[in-house]
């Protein structure tokens, strides 16, 4: 079982960055494999990113690579999102989720509650 709390959301212009931040508890963290996904009102859950547990092996949806960067500190229970050169089209509540990993949220059986990042064009 492990618990996650998502944070570093926010209101930003166009072209500025966030990082998004998931401190995990409880145990095995650094076991999960662990993804950020997107959700807009009314739509379905969508994959952002994900890394192996061990960190060596990241995939980014096409809509954010090259801008996004997933990352991941086992000592301290935290996986990151690093956004840079956000555009209007990335508004929406943002997830972390652990477990099985890849890009399908339904296999992802933790998820934490949320945080809405808001990009002003």
């Known amino acids: 079982q492990v618990q996650l709390v998502e944070s570093g959301g926010g209101s930003v212009q166009a072209g500025d960055s966030l990082r998004l931040s998931c401190a995990a508890s409880?145990?095995?963290?650094?076991?999960?494999?662990m993804g950020w996904f997107r959700q807009g009102a009314g739509e379905e859950r969508e994959f952002v990113a994900v890394?192996?547990?061990?960190?060596?092996?990241?995939y980014y949806a096409d809509s954010v690579k090259g801008r996004f960067t997933i990352s991941r500190d086992n000592a301290k229970n935290t996986v990151y999102l690093q956004m840079n050169s956000l555009k209007h089209e990335d508004t929406d509540v943002y997830y972390c989720?652990?477990?099985?990993?890849?890009?399908?949220?339904?296999?992802?059986?933790?998820w934490g509650q949320g945080t809405q990042v808001t990009v002003s064009s």
């Open positions: 989720a652990a477990d099985a990993g890849g890009v399908v949220h339904r296999k992802y059986n933790y």
């Open positions: 409880g145990r095995a963290f650094s076991s999960y494999d």
């Open positions: 890394i192996r547990w061990s960190g060596g092996w990241t």
